[in-house]
């Protein structure tokens, strides 16, 4: 079972949904009234609907520690048994919840047994993120890195556009229906003038901290112990090249990580 820290999320999600909030109209917000957010974490989809609803968003997640940081109302439950009576809210969505979890289709059902309405999960495809760097070694160690813990990761982090997983849920009666997808882009950025989080990141891979505690999922997924030192004896020597780079201003890089907005409605 994945745990996520505070920080790591807050990281990982900052500004993912200031370039724009197209690919969220197919979830009618403007319409909603309770909205639950399955997974919410430290609530930073939470906070995006909130700003885009008068409805109220209620945050739902296993981990009592993350759900203090939100902003919204939130639930400690689980994503496979939730604690609301059948047709609830009118929307239940979650973001990067089903790639973590084991059985992602026991959680649909119940995304679906609460929903009056709309049902939608937005997941990425692990496998289709890009790094482009001005430092050359960054691009072949992180597809590397990426590769192994694509195989090494115990839940299938590379699920992106779930159609099927929402359609199958229906029931006679009950079908979830128009089902359709639209792909964001999550682009990260680091160029100068850099800011904390840019050093910050930089400074974890000179010390190779965040290669290391990928260490057991990099092994689980084909490398060898000799391999894994070695490999993160060269993220490390990359993160120094990094930051020479940062020192004299010429360091770029940019990351994509596609997502998937799947949206169904049950009629
Ligand atoms: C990658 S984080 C995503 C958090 C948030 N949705 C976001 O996009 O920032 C996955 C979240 O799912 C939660 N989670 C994992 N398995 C769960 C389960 N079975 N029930 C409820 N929450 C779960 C984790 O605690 C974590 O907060």
Redesign the pocket.
């Known amino acids: 079972m994945r745990r996520?820290s505070a920080d790591y999320?807050e990281e990982t999600?900052r500004g993912m949904w200031d370039r724009s909030r197209e690919a969220l109209a197919p979830l009618s917000l403007d319409d909603r009234e309770l909205i639950l957010?399955?997974?919410?974490?430290?609530g930073?989809?939470s906070a995006v609907l909130s700003e885009e609803t008068d409805g109220t968003v209620i945050g739902?997640?296993?981990?009592r520690k993350?759900l203090e940081e939100t902003t919204v109302p939130a639930v400690r439950?689980?994503?496979?048994a939730l604690p609301f009576e059948p047709r609830t809210a009118d929307l239940v969505v979650?973001?990067?919840?089903l790639i973590?979890?084991p059985d992602p289709s026991r959680?649909v059902a119940e995304f679906v047994r609460c929903s009056t309405d709309l049902v939608a999960a937005i997941e990425p495809d692990n496998s289709a993120v890009t790094v482009e760097s001005t430092v050359s070694l960054e691009r072949e160690l992180a597809t590397q890195a990426r590769s192994h813990y694509i195989q090494g990761v115990q839940t299938d982090v590379t699920l992106g556009t779930v159609p099927e997983l929402l359609r199958s849920h229906g029931q006679p009666g009950r079908e979830v229906t128009d089902v359709h997808t639209q792909r964001y882009d999550h682009v990260k950025t680091i160029e100068p003038p850099y800011d904390q989080h840019a050093i910050e990141a930089a400074k974890r891979k000179a010390t190779g901290s965040q290669i290391a505690q990928q260490r057991e999922t990099l092994l689980a997924g084909g490398m060898s112990p000799d391999e894994y030192d070695a490999f993160r004896a060269s993220w490390r020597e990359m993160g120094r090249l990094i930051i020479d780079a940062m020192q004299n201003g010429t360091y770029r890089r940019q990351e994509t990580i596609p997502f998937y907005v799947t949206v169904g409605k049950i009629t």
């Open positions: 996520f999320l999600r957010d399955v997974g919410c974490g430290t930073e989809l739902v997640d296993r981990d993350l439950a689980d994503a496979t979650c973001q990067a919840l973590n979890l959680a």
